[in-house]
């Protein structure tokens, strides 16, 4: 994938850029590294993003679960 996207951004065909990195370009090879890069922290902050989500949406049922047991509690007292 990141062969394919730095070609599409150079301009230049897959075996272009493959002929590019083997001849030592470095301008090629600084493009995969980049893309790289970028995918890698873009895929840990997708998960970061979904983790914080989830405990917030946790700590939403848990604070939802509390509220209506306290309630339950309370109908119980004044019911006796």
Do not use: H, P
């Not at 599409?8 to 030592?24: D, E, L, P, R, Y």
């Not at 890698?40 to 047991?69: A, C, D, H, P, V």
Request: charged share 10%.
């Amino acid at each position: 994938m990141a062969i394919a996207q730095t070609a599409s951004q150079t301009g230049m065909s897959i075996f272009g850029v493959q002929n590019a990195v083997t001849n030592g370009n470095l301008n090629i090879i600084q493009n995969l590294k980049d893309c790289c890069c970028g995918v890698k922290t873009e895929i840990l902050q997708q998960g970061f993003n979904s983790q914080l989500r989830t405990e917030q949406q946790t700590n939403i049922l848990n604070s939802n679960i509390t509220n209506q047991g306290y309630e339950n509690q309370i109908r119980t007292i004044n019911q006796t």
